[in-house]
């Protein structure tokens, strides 16, 4: 939904279309960095399970490139990038000028 917010360049969620996870283990996911994404489908078609994205998928460089903590994209977070602030756990190659393409 475009325009929603009171700055008039917000969106709100509508329908679901993708359920995802990105599980952190670092003994399990080495072969990743310790990071896995998963993908369950959208309702009503999710599944209970889903196995693991393979390395090439898209959202390891995504995740990699453009988030401010570890895998995490905590910058689309105040209150939880003030924390990274303060603990100091922002990635040094995070820029938060940079384009996403």
């Not at 995504?62 to 756990?89: D, I, N």
Request: with cysteine; hydrophobic share 35%; net charge neutral.
């Amino acid at each position: 939904m475009a325009n929603a917010s009171i700055n008039n360049g917000g969106f709100t969620q509508t329908e679901v279309v993708a359920l995802e996870s990105a599980v952190k283990d670092t003994q399990r996911f080495a072969d990743t960095g310790g990071w896995k994404y998963f993908e369950f489908g959208a309702p009503p078609k999710a599944v209970d399970a889903a196995a693991a994205q393979p390395p090439t998928a898209t959202c390891y460089a995504c995740h990699s490139a453009h988030t401010a903590v570890e895998h995490t994209f905590v910058q689309f977070y105040p209150t939880l990038f003030e924390v990274a602030r303060e603990k100091g756990t922002i990635k040094p190659t995070y820029d938060p000028n940079r384009k996403v393409q």
